[in-house]
C-alpha cells in the first residue's frame, strides 16, 4: 500500500490488518510523521509493526524500540 500524506496512511492503517512494516516521510503533507506514529500508536497491534522514518533532520525524532531512523536522502 502506498499513500501519499499521513491522514491516506492512517485510513490504510485502519482499514487492513496485514501490514507489516511501516516506511514514513517524517515530514509528509497534511498529518506530518509525528501525529501518523501518535494515532498508530493508540492500537495495540502498532506495537509489533516496525517503522523505518525518513527524514531530513533527525535530531528530534521519538521512535519506540525496533524502529529506525534514516537521514534523507538514503
Do not use: C, W
Not at 8 to 24: D, K, R, S, V
Not at 30 to 55: C, D, H, T, W
Amino acid at each position: 500500500l502506498e499513500a501519499s500524506q499521513g491522514q491516506e496512511g492512517l485510513q490504510y492503517f485502519n482499514t487492513h490488518n496485514n501490514i507489516g512494516l511501516i516506511i514514513l516521510d517524517y515530514q509528509m503533507p497534511i498529518m506530518n510523521g509525528k501525529a501518523f506514529m501518535e494515532n498508530i500508536q493508540r492500537y495495540k497491534l502498532s506495537r509489533n509493526i516496525p517503522v523505518i522514518v525518513l527524514s531530513a533532520e533527525t535530531k528530534d525524532i521519538e521512535i519506540k524500540d525496533g524502529d529506525i531512523v534514516l537521514q534523507k536522502p538514503v
